[in-house]
């Protein structure tokens, strides 16, 4: 079975100008997280998905951040326009859904955004 | 709110000595404890869990207890091999209900290197 799935894995680019990341969940998960992690730091969640449906975007800077998720399936991460201080690893998790109280979350590897 | 802290590192051991990472945290409600590990170049992999007080959660040799009266879920490995060396993340995740459900909070991660 597929991972969860990222791309692109690296990515430089300019300050101000736009980027976008993709994110494949693995097939039949309903939940889809996007976290941001900082260098020598631990995750931290920007937006989680149940289905289509963004359900907490709490930590989402809406300023410049957008994502989407369009037929509950894979989802897009955007930044416009981006700063210096976005350079870090964006990491993508989905769940499965099931009755207990807690829904293993499995990463993809991330992509590296730096931005100069 | 919910955190997580980990000991300081980076740890270097030599191989088949003894591990242990600390993690201490503070949460509203019941969390669930996570022990995730990311080898380099890939993305976060969920290690070991315990999801009550005085559970032993276990897998590849690591161990860790959930001690509620300590609060902590010390990462211990009784001999260490030159494989295991990556980032060990310690993880709550809490079902206090409102923005905590379905967010795993981390703490900044621990570099642990083995040398033969």
Not at chain 2, 2 to 29: D, K, R
Not at chain 2, 31 to 44: A, H, K, M, N, T
């Amino acid at each position: 079975e597929a991972g969860v799935v990222q791309s692109p894995r690296y990515k430089i680019i300019e300050k101000k100008q736009p980027v976008a990341f993709w994110c494949n969940p693995i097939s039949g998960h309903n939940t889809l997280y996007w976290y941001l992690q900082n260098l020598g730091q631990g995750p931290e969640l920007l937006i989680r998905y149940e289905n289509e449906e963004a359900v907490d975007d709490s930590q989402l800077p809406k300023d410049r951040f957008s994502a989407e998720r369009l037929k509950g399936v894979d989802s897009t991460l955007k930044i416009q326009p981006a700063e210096l201080g976005d350079s870090a690893v964006y990491l993508c998790a989905s769940s499965p859904r099931t009755s207990g109280p807690y829904n293993e979350q499995f990463f993809g590897p991330g992509t590296r955004l730096t931005v100069l | 709110g919910n955190s997580v802290t980990q000991m300081e590192g980076p740890v270097t051991l030599s191989e088949e000595a003894f591990l242990t990472i600390n993690c201490t945290y503070t949460a509203t409600g019941y969390p669930s404890l996570f022990w995730y590990v990311q080898y380099p170049g890939e993305g976060l992999q969920l290690l070991l869990k315990a999801t009550k007080a005085d559970d032993k959660g276990s897998n590849k040799g690591f161990e860790a207890t959930y001690r509620k009266e300590t609060t902590s879920f010390h990462l211990e490995k009784g001999s260490v091999q030159v494989s295991d060396s990556a980032v060990y993340f310690c993880a709550l995740h809490t079902n206090a209900g409102g923005t905590s459900y379905g967010k795993l909070t981390f703490g900044q991660g621990t570099i642990l290197t083995v040398h033969p």
